[in-house]
């Protein structure tokens, strides 16, 4: 079958991809919406968005979407392998957050739409932001910054774009204002004997790799295990629970 896409060149199909991060809008119902959409895609916490708006506007909590760059290799390809498995995402949304990370936000102009293939967000540590089992003994609240609802399109999952999200996230922690010192996170544990039984009974899908073993070969380290540190219930009324590791990089 033929495309309307126009073959890339040998070069752009050797460059890595590019990921633009923009502010997700709390107060825009297409933006909540389609993080709605996103997090059941993923499978996890769509029902804690509400609660999520306040921490947006807050600063609390600094949720971006992933945007590909217009210059990223196979762009429109990218984009069509996302939207014919998401056919719900595929209207643009538009740039509309007025603040982020608690301060004013100017919206560049001109006004930009976009159609987001994930979205990641990035804060400050604090006892109020993270949970205290998820801590080092070793903590400090200056310098330390939480990553957390890190999602790219299952259309996309192994095309490079989560390295290229990770980059830029890494890049925006260590440079001015922010200046971070330590990234940390957490995953699920790599090792879990009921997997397919748990992923089967819950009607997800088995991830294709574990994200422990993707984060540990960016750099970040065990520092802490925490027993069943997410839970969902089954058809049935079970309770399924997964064990997580934290980790951290410093930088």
Same mark, same amino acid.
């Given at each position: 079958?033929?495309?309307?896409?126009?073959?890339?060149?040998?070069?752009?199909?050797?460059?890595? @991809?590019?990921?633009?991060?923009?502010? &997700?809008?709390?107060? =825009?119902?297409?933006? *909540?919406? +389609?993080?709605? #959409?996103?997090?059941?895609?993923?499978?996890?916490?769509?029902?804690?968005?509400?609660?999520?708006?306040?921490?947006?506007?807050?600063?609390?909590?600094?949720?971006?979407?992933?945007?590909?760059?217009?210059?990223?290799?196979?762009?429109?390809?990218?984009?069509?392998?996302?939207?014919?498995?998401?056919?719900?995402?595929?209207?643009?949304?538009?740039?509309?957050?007025?603040?982020?990370?608690?301060?004013?936000?100017?919206?560049?102009?001109?006004?930009?739409?976009?159609?987001?293939?994930?979205?990641?967000?990035?804060?400050?540590?604090?006892?109020?932001?993270?949970?205290?089992?998820?801590?080092? @003994?070793?903590?400090?609240?200056?310098? &330390?910054?939480?990553? =957390?609802?890190?999602? *790219?399109? +299952?259309?996309? #999952?192994?095309?490079?774009?989560?390295?290229?999200?990770?980059?830029?996230?890494?890049?925006?922690?260590?440079?001015?204002?922010?200046?971070?010192?330590?990234?940390?996170?957490?995953?699920?544990?790599?090792?879990?004997?009921?997997?397919?039984?748990?992923?089967?009974?819950?009607?997800?899908?088995?991830?294709?790799?574990?994200?422990?073993?993707?984060?540990?070969?960016?750099?970040?380290?065990?520092?802490?295990?925490?027993?069943?540190?997410?839970?969902?219930?089954?058809?049935?009324?079970?309770?399924?629970?997964?064990?997580?590791?934290?980790?951290?990089?410093?930088?």
């Amino acid at each position: 079958m033929s495309s309307d896409i126009p073959s890339p060149s040998t070069n752009s199909l050797n460059s890595p @991809p590019q990921i633009l991060l923009i502010p &997700w809008d709390p107060a =825009s119902p297409a933006h *909540v919406e +389609r993080l709605v #959409q996103q997090r059941h895609a993923c499978g996890w916490d769509w029902e804690h968005i509400e609660t999520w708006k306040e921490k947006q506007s807050s600063g609390l909590f600094n949720l971006q979407w992933l945007v590909l760059d217009a210059s990223s290799p196979l762009n429109d390809v990218k984009l069509l392998s996302h939207t014919s498995k998401y056919p719900e995402e595929a209207t643009p949304i538009t740039d509309s957050a007025l603040s982020f990370g608690g301060k004013p936000r100017s919206i560049p102009e001109p006004q930009k739409s976009f159609i987001p293939i994930g979205h990641i967000c990035l804060g400050s540590v604090s006892l109020t932001s993270v949970s205290p089992d998820y801590l080092s @003994p070793d903590f400090a609240e200056t310098g &330390w910054f939480w990553i =957390s609802n890190f999602y *790219v399109s +299952r259309a996309l #999952q192994g095309s490079g774009l989560g390295r290229a999200a990770m980059d830029t996230v890494e890049g925006m922690a260590i440079s001015e204002p922010l200046n971070a010192r330590v990234l940390a996170l957490n995953a699920i544990c790599k090792v879990d004997g009921e997997r397919e039984e748990k992923y089967g009974a819950l009607g997800l899908v088995i991830p294709p790799f574990s994200n422990q073993e993707w984060y540990e070969r960016r750099g970040y380290n065990v520092y802490k295990d925490v027993e069943k540190a997410f839970s969902k219930v089954d058809s049935v009324g079970k309770v399924w629970y997964w064990n997580a590791v934290c980790l951290k990089k410093e930088i």
